[in-house]
């Protein structure tokens, strides 16, 4: 989704120290992902209620998942971090522990 969206829909920084600087997808981080994805997908989210379509508020993981999703392990990261970077973390996580 980062690879798609940052360049062609112009995502900046969400920090204000940078004055709306032009992202490339390696330096977005889990602010500027929120900001330009998580908070719209999940601002707009829906649900059926009888036949209607009703807003509702909701996590990233509500829209994204099936069922349930209870948590096996933690991991603690910096939001500002590149989500890259946080992402292959997690797949070397996955893959030292035959996780995939």
């Known amino acids: 989704y980062i690879h798609e969206h940052c360049l062609k829909d ?3 920084s ?16 889990l ?4 900001h330009w994805m998580i908070k719209p997908l999940t601002k707009h989210a ?3 209620s009888g036949d209607a379509l009703v807003p ?4 990233y ?3 994204v998942a099936s069922e349930a999703q209870p ?18 973390c997690l ?5 030292l522990r035959g996780l995939r």
């Open 61 to 63: 993981v509500e829209m």
């Open 91 to 95: 797949s070397q996580h996955a893959f």
């Open 46 to 48: 829906k649900f059926l």
């Open 71 to 88: 948590p096996r392990w933690f991991a603690s990261h910096f939001w500002g971090e590149p989500v890259v970077d946080f992402i292959r």
């Open 10 to 12: 112009g995502w900046t």
């Open 31 to 34: 602010y500027d992902l929120t």
């Open 14 to 29: 969400s920090n204000p120290t940078l004055n709306g600087q032009l992202l490339n997808p390696s330096d977005v981080n």
């Open 56 to 59: 509702r508020q909701c996590s």
